[in-house]
């Protein structure tokens, strides 16, 4: 698990050299791959058959860049100052205390965290990107927890208080986020400079935690980076209802005109010009997703969400308190 095994492919070194996520269906070619296993992502405690089959129809795609897109991509990622080196407590507390050998949606688990983490460096400047390196410990959306829950105190010593208060928050928010009612109250909401605290529930024990206003949004740019390296390599035409576009485009939005967009983030939802070769061949999930409703895919996403924090007695309940003087 070391970092110098971390490899970061050139989507994820286009994001970072340009601050933005882009379509790049243009420069790839999709193939399927015949050794994939589900079982060995972090996706393998699904148990819904229909589930199972959409996720590794979603996740089951080797990608071929141009010559041309590697070489220009590697150009730009080389002007890139590089992130600093991570403290050694950490990786040893990582490597001999915590499991992240399960693989990740794309990648090992350590390519998804150093991603992260690099953007972070590269286009959050200000705020911690050692949290993006480890956002991901305290559980992530599919009940896997890489680190035991007794492990908190030893985990507090090695990183601050601010940095603790995000990454213990961070699995609780990305669920609200893609369970649905959070995302829909900030978006509707008259006002949001008038939020004063939000409150919510850990995922790895069900603690409550509570984010001042301040704390929060800080934490919403967070979760933005994070939900770029799940969004679709290219042909985004055929993903405008994909589960995690959505929310990332609903957050970016939200973001941008409550004027909290702290992290580079630029995005832009126009397709390029859809290729085929972009697209891999066609399996019985990816028809399955094309033939379901938006409304039926987003419905099953948040039901598998529900799924997996009452499997572990979690509560997705949140309060958000406004100020109520503005509110008079």
Known sequence: MAVALVSLDLRRKSFIADGKPADHAQDILARRSASFDLDKTIFKTLDSALTRIVQKDRLNIEVFWSDAAAHRILGRFASIPAALPHDQPILEFMQNDCSFVTEHADGSFMDHLQFCYEYSA??????????????????????????????IPKLQTLVT????????????????????????ELT????????????????????????????????????????LDFLPVANWCDHQDNTFLVPFAALHAILVQSDRLLAHVDFDLTPAERSPDAAPPMTLGGFIVTMLPSRVKRAIARKSIAKFSAAISHSLSYTIEWDARCRL
């Open 122 to 151: 590269a286009h959050f400047c200000g705020h911690s990107p050692r949290v993006m390196f480890l956002h991901s410990i305290m559980g992530v959306g599919t009940n896997y927890f890489p680190m035991d829950v007794t492990l």
């Open 161 to 184: 208080e601010a940095e603790m208060s995000h990454i213990e928050a961070f699995p609780s928010v990305l669920r609200l986020l893609l369970h649905g009612p959070l995302v829909q």
């Open 188 to 227: 509707y909401a008259p006002n949001l400079s008038e939020l004063r605290r939000v409150k919510f529930h850990r995922v790895i024990d069900n603690f409550e935690l509570s984010m001042d206003a301040d704390a929060f949004w800080i934490q919403l740019n967070y979760q933005l980076v994070h939900l």
